[in-house]
């Protein structure tokens, strides 16, 4: 597996930081990934659903620690390239 694109679109909220989209093998896409900030950092949420009793389920999910890992690192580099980015572009 492949993270072949990696789309952001910052949030200027307390928690919510940004969501994302990410590309796997330029063919199938995973909408709605969030960028949220912890108590011990920055942490990827994956996308979900609310039930019907209050909680949260995800919808999609990597099942193995290292893809992950892999996820995590692509969405958070891309984070940090989108924050450099916009702190460098002169506001209008």
Known sequence: MKI???R???KD???????????????FVVHD??????K??????MPSKKS???????????????TREEIKSAVLGAYDSALKEK???PAE
């Open 52 to 66: 019907a009793d209050g909680s949260h389920k995800d919808i999609a999910h990597p099942i193995k620690t290292e």
């Open 87 to 89: 702190q460098e572009t």
């Open 33 to 38: 990934i969030k960028v949220i900030a912890g």
């Open 13 to 27: 909220e307390e928690k919510l930081k940004a969501v994302c989209s990410i590309t796997i093998d330029e063919c």
């Open 40 to 45: 011990e950092g920055l942490f990827i949420s």
């Open 4 to 6: 072949t694109d990696v």
């Open 8 to 10: 952001i679109r910052l």
